[in-house]
């Protein structure tokens, strides 16, 4: 049992272990059928042969035809698979069937097998969770232990759960609300107390690495936006970082609580000073809206996330750009580093969930569909399954939840643990307390949902 | 405890539709997108949506609309807890900056019914609520006496549940010509100038038109009462004296002899052949002249042709696309065996719809290498070519949307589509042939929004196609029915146009709801007559001729100068470039050959058929490309060309046409050696190029010209020249 376990381990690909797909086997008669005539022994359009397993490996003019263990920056894979009709391989044909492109991939993701005695070509990668030395923290877990006097003002129903964090510490759960952001006792599952944000709606709540700060970011749509830093214990306001116009969408605060990066419809990146409350410096490169934005445990990094499925990794101390993940296809929605901060989680509306080893920006694990919808009868076509939200727990082990109304418990290598139907609503926010014990969601009728663990 | 509870849910339910009910997202709230303009093409609507929010274009697809508003981003443009603060809210009423401005203030029932929905926790509501089935606009004619003057419109929806609705103040309005009459974002139609015109009502997926006519106030006016002679006058006559049109006189036998030539053989007559009708003196005259020229072979080749061009028969010398040489020829010469037999048009065309076999031996299995001319059959295509030409719809608006000004839906065109889905071409014995078969394991289209897979349906009807039969036989058997308007009003259009130079529907490839024919009356009796009369074409063609319609003048009078739709008068046409070519070429008794075709070959028998792939556009001749010949390139009607260019002028100037063609024909020198008189000479030169006698003044103008050395060749040459350069002759009037 315990060397099947470790045998998991080290499977790398994402690629489901059923059954192993090989060049010999599965592939060469795919190619065979539908590319030999212009990539074969007789013809080498564009010096490509797919004749034989080192043919392909060599590749053709275009460069390399196969990337072990990614697909998606295969040119072969890209050819299959491209939308438009004038670059798609075979030429003027249909695509090829869907579950000879699936083995292809799979081949591929794989690590290239020649035959079923070969190895896969994806150098083996340790994935495994190394937790630090557990923090020194002074004091106990920081708990409220006073609330500003404040009456909520009246909804006519509640705020969907756009945001929510746990303590790293405290058996503290923070969850958005219509102009407040309410705090719940995680063993208990009752509510504490609110504090205000008369800023507007809640977008992005995170604790402090120490748990003794919450950064709420917002504001309300097209008008204004900010973030504010509150003092756990008290319930004070710290501080206010930012003046936009337009709500905060993507924010966090760093480790050492020194700085604050926003984001949202602006595409701009900034990152300010907490101390003062000035801009440090602007990140621009995404193209479209930021949707997420989280730093690295040690602080070095700062991960962010557009609205089409573009991620970048930052350097905090100049700015400057270290990897761009490029793997998404539609808007990311969450991205979640582990605490190690060996791997990067992101999920997002093309339905993939990805933990990219953060050293090189490779997908260690890439899930497509990682939230398959169940098809309703007599419904055709593509049904929602993007990944809404992300969150690590204390062993490494991932919250996700998605659009099939599910969230979704996976092992720190990928593995899938167990799944917790939320069918009346769409979970919208995931969490794990501190010890772990406790996993929550928000959904978007306002309900927050627990679930004890034993894992 | 049961009954109780049971109890309890009455009242409750009582007390809900008491109270004002939530407003629903179909019903209700998709209509709002609708009237403020949310979802049109220029804002959200658009492809790729606007700012990053999309909705569907004129709401099409509901189920995604929901989605994006309220799941999309969840909590900004729906905000269930702070209603007011929505942005979708916020932004149509200009409270936030908004591309598209302020679109309704809060005091209006779209604000109500939009904040109501998201107060109600912005509900979906798919399946449960009655679907719009159709509307009705009130009133469906509207007549302004003495030039101007307001009326109220009313649009009224009907439910699929069997309800109705005033949707007045959530539909869309406008006119087809603004300087006819215009029509209010409520509604209210007013005159703004004579004429009669079309208003529209848009709403859901349906647009539903009222005719406005807009009378002068011109107290003279009397209806001179003209003699019908035969129903298309009737319907014409009727129509004119509603408009206070007055039709003109009817054109005199040099016009007359010339115009029927040219409509019916596409050639000028010979000068015996205008001479002797001029000189018969019996009354049915005309009559017989039509009926001996629907027996020509004139009339034969001038309509393979005319069909030849809409089906696109070109040769070329490219393979793989099956469209060599050899099968434009078994195409072009099948086609001409069907008119010459004066074969139904409806068997004709439902003889290609099924058209099997090799392209190289069957002429009608090339409706499907000539129509697509490329080198796969892609069903969309074909399938939009194929409504385009035999049912003059464009049925391809319908791919990506509903279409936002006519009945069709996306589930008509992926029906549609699903008839052509099967069909392929596989290579023959040698590298020219293919057969063409139709697949019976393809699978049906799938529909845009949801990838549902369509099965074949006929537009605008059920599903009716048995499993495993070749769907095109049921395709073929629907479309030539006569029972099929689509088919018979298309085709009766199609020919109508061709004899009075428009269509009662124009253009004629693209009948709409929205472009409705200018005298409906007429096209439903011409399209009737062509079914119940069995598709004939000669008999068809014989009505239109011996009306007294076709046969007026194209002199104006004081009512009808600026008529140009209601067939009042007749409407001066130019020569198609290869009318024109025979023309020139007939006139002069020149010679004019063409490559790759046998000497002799008429330029109306001629279709491009050279080397080469026939994808491009291809007249096959440099004359016909100067002179807008169809290329063939596509079926739009738009492909044979009609406006005058430069190079035309100068081709006619000082090109190798005019000029050489006189050399050639050496008509002149053939009078002189017969030492004809200059007047003789002169005469027959109006007769060859105008098919009519110089007037007093032009002769004695000519014969100044010629001066007093009457044999001089070059004067009547010159005179000649002139005539064939003149407007006279370019145009069949």
Known sequence: MRRAFLVLFLVTSAAAADEVITFDEHIKPIFREHCQKCHGEDEQKADLNLATFADVLKGGSGGEAVVAGRASTSLLFESITAEDEAERMPPKKPPLPEDQIEKIRQWIEGGLRETSASQSMVAARDTSFQPANPLQFDGPPPMPEGFPDFTPPAVKR???????????????????????????????????????FPEGQPNVIRFSLDGRVLMVAGGKPVQSGSVVLFDVKT?????????????????????????????????????YGTADGKLRYKLEKHTDWITSLAFSPDGKRLASADRAGGIHLWDTAGGGILLSLSEHKAAVRALAWRADGRLLASGGEDGLLIWWDANDGWPVVNKPNAHPPVRPEGQYGKLPNGVLALAFGPQGQLLSAGRDRQVRLWKADGG?????????ALPLQTGITSDGKTLVAGDDAGGIRWWAWEG | MKRLRYLFLCVSLFGQAAAEEAPSFRRDVMPVLFRAGCNAGTCHGSARGKDGFMLSLFGYDAKGDYYRLTQEMVGRRVNVAAPEESLLLLKAI??????????????????????GWIEAGAPDDADSVPQPVGITLTPDRIVFEGGNGTERTVVTARYSDGTTRDVTNLALFLTNNPATAKIDENGVVSATGRGDTYVFARFNRFTIGSEVIVLPEDKDYTWTNPKAHNYIDEIIHDRLEKLRLLPSDLCDDETFVRRLHLDLTGGLP????????????????????????LKSDGFTDLWTTLWAEMLRVKGGGYAPSATDVKAADVYYDWIREQIAANRPLNAFVADQITGTGSNLTSGPANLYTMLVHDVKVTPK????????????????CAECHNH????????????????????????????????????????????LVDERPV???????????????????????????????LFSRNLANRIWAHFMGRGIVEPVDDMRVSNPPTNGPLLDALAKNLAEGGFDLRAFVRDICASRTYQLSARPNATNADDTRQFSRSQLRRLRADVLLDAVVKATDGERGFSYFPKGTKAVQHYPRTPGDTTRPMTGDAFFDTFGRAGRASVCACDTKAEPTLSQALNLIAGDTVQSQIGKGAVIDKLLKANAEPEAIIGELYLRALSRSPQPDEMSAMLGLVGNDTKDRKAYQDIFWGLLNSTEFLFNH
């Open chain 1, 158 to 196: 509640p705020l969907p759960v756009v945001a929510m964090a746990t303590s790293p510490r405290a058996p503290l759960v923070a969850v958005a609300g219509h102009e407040q952001v309410a705090l719940l006792d995680a063993n208990r599952q009752k509510p504490l107390g609110s504090l205000p």
């Open chain 1, 235 to 271: 319930g004070k306001r710290l501080t206010t970082i930012g003046d936009e116009t337009d709500a905060v969408i993507a924010a966090d605060l760093s480790p050492d609580q020194q700085l604050v990066a926003l984001g949202g419809s602006g595409k701009a990146i900034k990152v």
């Open chain 1, 416 to 424: 899938a643990v167990k799944n917790f139907p939320t069918e009346s």
């Open chain 2, 94 to 115: 200009g409270k936030v900056p908004h591309t598209g401005g302020e679109l309704f203030t809060k005091d209006t029932p779209y604000y109500k019914t939009l904040l």
């Open chain 2, 270 to 293: 010979s000068v015996d052949e205008v001479r002797a009708f001029l000189a018969d003196t019996s009354p049915d005259k005309r009559t017989l002249l039509i009926d001996r020229l």
């Open chain 2, 381 to 396: 295509n074909l399938a939009a070519d194929f409504s385009q030409l035999f049912t003059g719809v464009r049925i391809q």
């Open chain 2, 404 to 447: 936002p000004f006519d009945r069709w839906t996306m589930d008509d065109y992926y029906g549609w589509v699903s008839f052509f889905t099967g069909i392929q071409r596989k290579l023959g014995v040698e590298p020219r042939e293919f057969y063409v078969f139709n697949d019976r394991s393809a699978v049906p289209a799938k529909h």
């Open chain 2, 455 to 485: 099965p074949a349906t006929v537009l605008g009807g059920e599903s009716s196609v048995p499993a495993g039969e070749d769907p095109r036989k049921a395709l073929a058997a629907w479309l030539t029915s006569p029972e099929n308007e």
